[in-house]
């Protein structure tokens, strides 16, 4: 009996929930950018994720930023990510990608490495936290950590909301935004 209730209990860890990283969706997210000391403001980000393999995907984007000192960013990525899929209750992954970003005094392109995990919670909820090394090619010079993470939601097969976390560390920048997915497969 007692091995039946911990079966019971640790199943919804063992179980494969709707992966973000290898389904297909389209998301909407409303960031709030918050350094009380140098910057407050909103960023919009319209995203894609593609699945060209089983054990990769593609992750398509465009950011758009408004911040109250009056400057304005526009961001581009594409980042592909491979993910190893021999795990049963979480799947580890790494990437790499580039983006371009316009910000009001300066235009630089990145370079992106990734490394993180997607924790299987139960059959709709899921965990990924990741860690994100860039640097620019032109103006950055410095090479920049980014940690954040995820809890994503998915209501049903189609439709997810995800609720997100980032410490940047330029500038000491936290950005805390609610996403929606939309999955197609």
């Known amino acids: 009996m007692k091995l039946n209730l911990v079966i019971f209990?640790?199943?919804?860890?063992?179980?494969?929930s709707k992966t973000r990283l290898g389904d297909y969706y389209v998301g909407f997210e409303i960031s709030?950018?918050?350094?009380?000391?140098?910057?407050?403001?909103?960023?919009?980000?319209?995203?894609?994720?593609?699945?060209p393999l089983e054990s990769s995907s593609i992750l398509l984007n465009i950011a758009i930023a408004d911040f109250d000192n009056g400057n304005d960013m526009l961001d581009l990525g594409a980042?592909?990510?491979h993910h190893f899929e021999n795990f049963d209750a979480f799947t580890p992954f790494?990437?790499?990608?580039?983006?371009?970003?316009?910000?009001?005094?300066?235009?630089?392109?990145?370079w992106n490495l990734y490394i993180g995990l997607e924790?299987?919670?139960?059959?709709?909820?899921?965990i990924l936290p990741k860690l994100r090394l860039y640097q620019g090619f032109d103006d950055?010079?410095?090479t920049e950590l980014e940690a954040s993470i995820?809890?994503?939601?998915?209501l049903n097969d189609s439709n997810g909301?995800?609720?997100?976390?980032?410490?940047?560390?330029?500038?000491?920048?936290?950005?805390?935004?609610?996403?929606?997915?939309?999955?197609?497969?």
Request: proline share 1%.
């Open 9 to 16: 209990a640790l199943l919804p860890i063992v179980c494969f």
């Open 32 to 51: 709030t950018v918050v350094n009380h000391d140098i910057i407050d403001g909103e960023s919009f980000d319209l995203s894609a994720n593609l699945v």
């Open 79 to 81: 980042d592909y990510f």
């Open 94 to 110: 790494v990437g790499a990608g580039l983006n371009y970003t316009d910000f009001d005094v300066t235009d630089d392109v990145f």
């Open 119 to 126: 924790f299987s919670v139960s059959d709709q909820l899921s």
């Open 140 to 142: 950055y010079d410095d």
């Open 150 to 154: 995820a809890l994503t939601y998915w």
């Open 161 to 185: 909301l995800s609720l997100g976390y980032t410490h940047n560390a330029v500038n000491e920048a936290d950005f805390v935004g609610l996403q929606y997915l939309y999955s197609w497969e």
